[in-house]
């Protein structure tokens, strides 16, 4: 499979390092907004072909599937160049800036019969479907409740800091744990209680959020762009835990029952991780879906709503919603 990835910083430089070791798939083609960024990152990782602007990429009808690397605040956008010009897409988290963006871009793909998927890798992978298999198994007995936070200390990265590029703790962290809370309990929730701060610029450096399911269950989760955290997910029932070692990519699952006995799942080699959602995409592609079942579109709408209430309640508001 042909790839093109649309932007050329960090994440995209993953993704092609990822790409570069598959043996199923290649980059073929980069673009970026500068022809001179272009060239440097196609040289370094051999592509053959370099744009100078994303209007380039998205007309080249060679690729089979176009990775979508550029801040959040761009990803409408960027997704429906790409659409528009009946390329397949991948596109990094969070989907787009809000509910509305991500409705209009999964209608549009969905009446023209475009593949599109959100790049959120964790609902890739295969320690996911561990998790999913200990939960079911009912190891811990009766689960009453979760917790998962993830933090990096992020002042220096300006996307997150800026209101204008869809910054904040929630989109680029926040999203991990909300993700990890429907994967283990689903989405029947009743009550949202939640609280951030703010950094200068007014977007939310850290936050918390809870959720009390119908059932009973509640997940209480903490994502924070100033401090490391601890980055793990536990899961409690009434006859042990589930410890789940970095939400974010897992290193691993260790069941401690009650009775003091430990139970580990080790994490299989991997490139980076992101190879499961190309391989996932490229899957669903053959197939002539238009969507990943790992990742449906439901769930994507679901969590942007999650995170539109969410910044409603804190009263954070971007620029060009």
Same mark, same amino acid.
């Given at each position: 499979?042909? $790839?093109? +990835?649309?932007? *050329?910083?960090?994440?995209?430089?993953?993704?092609? #390092?990822?790409?570069?070791?598959?043996?199923? /798939? =290649?980059?073929?083609?980069?673009?970026?907004?500068?022809?001179?960024?272009?060239?440097?990152?196609?040289?370094?990782?051999?592509?053959?072909?370099?744009?100078?602007?994303?209007?380039?990429?998205?007309?080249?009808?060679?690729?089979?599937?176009?990775?979508?690397?550029?801040?959040?605040?761009?990803?409408?956008?960027?997704?429906?160049?790409?659409?528009?010009?009946?390329?397949?897409?991948?596109?990094?988290?969070?989907?787009?800036?809000?509910?509305?963006?991500?409705?209009?871009?999964?209608?549009?793909?969905?009446?023209?019969? $475009?593949? +599109?998927?959100? *790049?959120?890798?964790?609902?890739?992978?295969?320690? #996911?479907?561990?998790?999913?298999?200990?939960? /079911? =198994?009912?190891?811990?007995?009766?689960?009453?409740?979760?917790?998962?936070?993830?933090?990096?200390?992020?002042?220096?990265?300006?996307?997150?800091?800026?209101?204008?590029?869809?910054?904040?703790?929630?989109?680029?962290?926040?999203?991990?744990?909300?993700?990890?809370?429907?994967?283990?309990?689903?989405?029947?929730?009743?009550?949202?209680?939640?609280?951030?701060?703010?950094?200068?610029?007014?977007?939310?450096?850290?936050?918390?959020?809870?959720?009390?399911?119908?059932?009973?269950?509640?997940?209480?989760?903490?994502?924070?762009?100033?401090?490391?955290?601890?980055?793990?997910?536990?899961?409690?029932?009434?006859?042990?835990?589930?410890?789940?070692?970095?939400?974010?990519?897992?290193?691993?699952?260790?069941?401690?029952?009650?009775?003091?006995?430990?139970?580990?799942?080790?994490?299989?080699?991997?490139?980076?991780?992101?190879?499961?959602?190309?391989?996932?995409?490229?899957?669903?592609?053959?197939?002539?879906?238009?969507?990943?079942?790992?990742?449906?579109?439901?769930?994507?709408?679901?969590?942007?709503?999650?995170?539109?209430?969410?910044?409603?309640?804190?009263?954070?508001?971007?620029?060009?919603?």
């Amino acid at each position: 499979m042909k $790839i093109g +990835i649309l932007g *050329a910083g960090g994440i995209a430089h993953t993704m092609a #390092r990822t790409v570069s070791k598959m043996n199923d /798939a =290649e980059i073929a083609a980069v673009g970026s907004r500068s022809e001179e960024k272009a060239k440097r990152f196609a040289e370094e990782f051999s592509i053959p072909k370099a744009y100078g602007s994303y209007e380039q990429l998205a007309a080249d009808s060679e690729l089979d599937l176009i990775y979508i690397a550029t801040p959040h605040s761009r990803h409408y956008e960027d997704c429906m160049l790409c659409l528009k010009n009946g390329r397949n897409v991948l596109c990094e988290k969070a989907f787009t800036a809000n509910a509305r963006q991500a409705r209009k871009v999964l209608e549009y793909a969905q009446d023209r019969g $475009i593949f +599109i998927t959100e *790049a959120i890798w964790t609902r890739y992978m295969p320690m #996911r479907y561990a998790l999913d298999k200990i939960i /079911a =198994e009912g190891t811990i007995g009766k689960i009453t409740s979760l917790t998962a936070d993830l933090g990096y200390s992020l002042a220096h990265v300006e996307r997150l800091q800026k209101p204008e590029l869809a910054g904040g703790a929630l989109l680029d962290l926040g999203v991990y744990a909300i993700n990890f809370a429907l994967m283990a309990f689903g989405g029947n929730i009743e009550k949202v209680t939640s609280g951030c701060v703010k950094n200068e610029y007014g977007v939310d450096a850290h936050n918390f959020i809870a959720f009390d399911y119908t059932d009973g269950r509640t997940a209480l989760l903490h994502s924070n762009m100033e401090a490391n955290l601890d980055r793990r997910g536990i899961i409690y029932g009434d006859k042990g835990r589930i410890e789940f070692e970095n939400i974010n990519n897992c290193e691993g699952i260790k069941v401690i029952l009650n009775g003091g006995e430990v139970r580990c799942y080790q994490t299989p080699p991997q490139i980076s991780g992101y190879e499961y959602e190309v391989r996932a995409a490229m899957a669903a592609i053959a197939e002539g879906k238009t969507e990943c079942e790992e990742m449906p579109h439901s769930e994507t709408i679901r969590v942007m709503e999650i995170m539109d209430s969410l910044r409603r309640e804190w009263g954070i508001k971007y620029p060009f919603e």
